[in-house]
């Protein structure tokens, strides 16, 4: 069973950083991208970055120029480094593996359980 988890969040003030790592576990064969959403209260889940398999990246328009999405391919992982943070980057942050296969299962997608990144004075 593939799994993902999330670390590195936390209370950051207005202007900080915060460096946001998801592993991914389970055999794995290939994820063809990885991603970061986040959902803040009462707002639907969102998209914050995404990496496909050709290493494209897309960013949400908030917070282009802020945050920076990467991979460790070897270690199935993704990096969301985040700079100038503001209180409406507060949300709780979800990482997600699309097309995911292992020797015996394909996964069309998996989600992590999300971590809580709360930025405020």
């Known amino acids: 069973q593939v799994q993902l988890v999330e670390s590195g969040g936390g209370l950051v003030q207005p202007g900080g950083s915060l460096r946001l790592s998801c592993a991914a576990s389970?055999?794995?064969?290939?994820?063809?991208?990885m991603g970061w959403y986040r959902q803040a209260p009462g707002k639907p889940r969102e998209l914050v970055a995404r990496i496909g398999g050709g290493g494209s990246r897309n960013y949400a328009d908030s917070v282009k120029g802020r945050f920076t999405i990467s991979t460790e391919n070897a270690k199935n992982t993704v990096l969301l480094e985040n700079h100038s943070l503001r209180p409406e980057d507060t949300a709780v942050y979800y990482c997600s593996a699309a097309d995911v296969r292992t020797r015996i299962q394909w996964y069309p997608e998996v989600w992590g359980p999300g971590i809580m990144v709360t930025v405020s004075s």
């Open positions: 389970g055999s794995i064969f290939s994820i063809n991208a």
